[in-house]
């Protein structure tokens, strides 16, 4: 079970996009993230007119390292760590480290 799941909302921590939210749109082999609107770069690409795409400079998100981020806490408004624990009924879940509390998606 990842800390960081598909669907989360995150801040980041570190870098050009440093304080910013967005959510997990996908996980690449547990180190990085793709979030939306993060870490925007731009491509230029080449036109084919076989494939009908036009050439020209276009804005890409890139992928950032997971350390980078942290899981958006709704109550206290702040990006918080996660860990795990163990529920009554042997279910394994997701809760914030500061707080305690059950992570919502």
């Known amino acids: 079970m990842n800390k960081i799941k598909q ?8 870098g050009k996009d440093k304080g910013r939210r967005g959510t997990v749109l996908q996980i ?3 180190q990085r993230v793709l979030v939306e609107g993060i870490n925007i770069a ?3 690409t080449k ?3 076989n494939a009908g795409i036009e ?4 804005d890409k998100a890139m992928p950032i390292d ?14 918080d760590r996660v860990g795990f624990r163990v529920a009554e009924d042997g ?6 480290r500061s707080s305690g509390e059950v992570v919502d998606i």
């Open 66 to 79: 997971i350390s980078n981020v942290l899981v958006f806490n709704p109550k206290t408004k702040k990006g």
């Open 42 to 44: 731009k491509k230029h």
């Open 28 to 30: 690449f082999d547990d």
């Open 91 to 96: 279910a394994k879940e997701r809760i914030f």
């Open 55 to 58: 050439g020209g400079i276009i």
């Open 7 to 14: 669907g989360d909302e995150v801040i980041i921590t570190t």
């Open 47 to 49: 036109p084919n007119p």
